[in-house]
């Protein structure tokens, strides 16, 4: 009863088209940004900002550049840690030499992601389905080898280990909770904008038709070069940016592993439960991620058991290999299925007939 | 010409340990179409068992007896392979007939997460020794060819002549049983497989039951020389590049692709690591293969990709 479209004509194809057709969303959103911008600075504290909010926007924005490439255009990757960690070294190298500003950092790490991410797409174009998922694996352990064993990248620091002096964007300080956490939500929101109107377009179609079946799209005049280096462009990119991000805002400072090969998984796990082909999932999978971590650590805690550390490690790897199978059986489609399904029963509650 | 020999060799003998790896990917798909990443898992899992129960059950024994030992617990790591299969076949494969492949590929990321999980709080997560008594010194052949001979490790030798004859005995598993006849037959064809007749759980049962089996042999072997811990792991990963390399559905291009990309990876290392670095062995087998697949999309022996609108 409250959420439905009723009485809500559409009277031109600009109102027909648009990004949020239904008032209800166009409020649910206007207030998930309030809540973002205003209430939770004021209101979480830093260790809710640093160790859960900041985190999670991270994930969720590389999670929404990988499910670019493999929940709207179906090409899998296992390799994405590498192009976050070319996205880190990348800004992170243009600050130390060139003395950048930080915004146009992040951009000009995003924008080697994308060189990089388009020079490991092009053997899409020739290989496919599992035999591409492993080859992406080419580009995890040639960056994890690259930014270990070649000195240039690190600006021959002599641990291999690199950091970030005080940031600042635009002459204002990035160097508190609050500060770094609004300056990591804008980045999410105009990307996650961004990314949103890019697969309602038309080359969000073209992906599309390319994951559906790429011989049949093919014949209907896609042109799969086109369609997947693209895929893998915009994907690398923001996937880049999220990298620089996580380097710059939520380590601080960092190593080559930060960005290994379990980086790359967990970013899948995060599409995977949270839905292949959803904007929207991205952001559910990526609070999941950080969340069951933490609540991990702290149940045993709350129950009063005394775990060793390890034990609890092993224990979280278990869970999460569990959930993953779970979803995969049981809502293939992630966590974003079950929020459309929320929304279909919300049309008509609470008077079901 | 001795050292380049002798690198050839060590190439061939680790690349026959990457091989029997592959061999455990090549099984699983051909008889079920899921691409195994928890192969790697299972090495770890299998090796930390037979570890863990080789010495419980030393202790037991009161020590005198090692080779009785390894034997009780080779037996019962191979029932606790069985035990995986089963459980896998069950809790998830049953649940996920007729899902794309890389729902597949996904499920089994969890369920190596899951055996690497409870394997190390099952058997422990230190650094482990299995000993089942593989000779370690290196010996000297051709010596009246060469100027100083080359050097083969013995240990290398045994863990490459166990890999053969276990690929010798797969080979036969699968041409001359009635088990083997019905596992290629579900390889060809699921649907026709199974209206002859043919349970297609007992075969995915059977399937992982001897993946498991050639995971526990890799991971005595790889265990015995490296010892058993957490890396075994991830050092199943580098068999995937033999995998694609081969073709996903060829037992031979298994073998061969080990055998490239073991050579490979030395020669590359030697001859090649000094320029750029080192520690070239770990990415140049994925750009290899990379290359070649450009090429062959298929792989060496792989069925080729036919598409159909």
């Known amino acids: 009863m409250f959420y439905r479209e009723n009485g809500q004509f559409k009277s031109s194809y600009r ?10 969303d166009r409020w649910f959103v206007a207030g998930l940004l309030l809540v973002a911008f205003v209430a939770v600075p004021l209101l979480a504290s830093n260790y809710f900002l640093q160790a859960i909010f900041i985190p999670f926007l991270i994930l969720a924005l590389a999670a929404i550049g990988l499910n670019i490439l493999v929940g709207y255009c179906g090409q899998i990757s296992i390799g994405s840690g590498a192009f976050m960690a070319v996205g880190a070294y990348a800004a992170w190298n243009f600050g130390v030499r060139l003395d950048l500003p930080l915004v146009v950092q992040i951009l000009l790490g995003g924008v080697l992601a994308t060189l990089v991410g388009v020079v490991f797409g092009v053997p899409s174009l020739r290989i496919r389905g599992l035999y591409l998922a492993v080859t992406t694996l080419a580009a995890q352990f040639f960056m994890d080898w690259a930014f270990l064993r070649i000195p240039y990248f690190t600006n021959y620091s002599s641990s291999g280990n690199v950091s970030v002096p005080a940031l600042d964007a635009f002459g204002l ?9 609004l300056f990591v939500l804008c980045f999410v929101a105009v990307i996650g904008l961004l990314a949103k109107n ?15 079946m790429d011989v049949a799209a093919a014949v209907i005049g896609i042109r799969p070069v086109y369609a997947k280096l693209t895929a893998f462009a915009v994907s690398s990119f923001i996937i880049g940016v999220a990298g620089a991000l996580w380097a710059y805002i939520h380590l601080g400072s960092w190593e080559p592993l930060a960005f290994d090969l379990n980086r790359s998984l967990q970013l899948l796990f995060i599409i995977i439960i949270g839905g292949l082909g959803s904007i929207v999932g991205s952001f559910f999978g990526a609070a999941f991620m950080v969340l069951v971590p933490v609540l991990l650590t702290n149940v045993p805690h709350w129950l009063g058991l005394n775990m060793p550390v390890d034990v609890a490690s092993h224990i979280e790897h278990m869970v999460f290999g569990f ?8 809502e293939p489609h992630g966590l974003a299925r079950l929020w459309s399904i929320a929304k279909e029963k919300l049309r008509i509650w609470p008077f079901p007939h | 010409m001795g050292f380049f020999l002798e690198t050839v060799i060590g190439g061939l003998m680790s690349g026959m340990l990457y091989a029997l790896v592959a061999l455990g990917f090549v099984l699983i798909f051909k008889a079920s179409g899921v691409f195994n990443f928890a192969q790697g898992a299972m090495v770890l899992i299998a090796a930390l068992a037979m570890a863990r129960l080789s010495g419980w059950i030393g202790d037991w024994l009161g020590g005198d007896s090692p080779i009785l030992a390894n034997l009780l617990a080779f037996a019962l790591s191979a029932l606790f392979m069985w035990l995986v299969a089963v459980l896998v076949e069950r809790l998830v494969l049953r649940h996920l007939v007729n899902q794309e492949a890389t729902t597949l590929l996904m499920a089994t990321i969890g369920i190596s997460y899951f055996l690497d999980g409870i394997g190390q709080i099952l058997f422990g997560s230190s650094v482990y020794a299995i000993d089942v008594g593989m000779p370690k010194d290196p010996v000297i052949i051709m010596d009246t060819l060469f100027d100083g001979g080359v050097l083969v490790s013995l240990e290398d030798l045994t863990a490459a002549v166990v890999a053969a004859v276990l690929v010798a005995v797969l080979a036969f598993f699968f041409q001359y049983t009635t088990v083997g006849r019905a596992l290629r037959a579900v390889a060809d064809d699921h649907q026709a497989a199974q209206s002859v007749g043919i349970p297609l759980n007992r075969i995915w049962v059977v399937v992982w039951t001897v993946a498991g089996l050639v995971a526990l042999v890799t991971g005595i072997v790889w265990g015995s020389k490296f010892g058993v811990q957490f890396t075994l792991s991830t050092a199943a990963l580098r068999a995937l590049p033999v995998v694609i390399l081969g073709g996903l559905t060829s037992v031979p291009g298994a073998i061969v692709g080990g055998l490239i990309i073991g050579v490979g990876e030395k020669l590359s290392e030697v001859y090649l690591g000094p320029f750029v670095g080192g520690g070239i062995e770990i990415w140049f087998a994925y750009v290899l293969s990379l290359v070649f697949l450009l090429f062959r999309p298929q792989g060496l022996f792989g ?4 598409d159909r609108v």
């Open chain 1, 15 to 24: 109102s027909d088209q648009q990004i949020f057709p239904i008032r209800q």
């Open chain 1, 173 to 181: 300080p990035v160097i508190t909770p609050v500060q770094k956490y």
């Open chain 1, 198 to 212: 890019l697969v309602r377009g038309a080359i969000g179609r073209q992906w599309m038709a390319i994951r559906d």
């Open chain 1, 323 to 330: 959930l993953i199978v779970f979803f995969l059986i049981a």
């Open chain 2, 303 to 306: 069925e080729k990709i036919i």
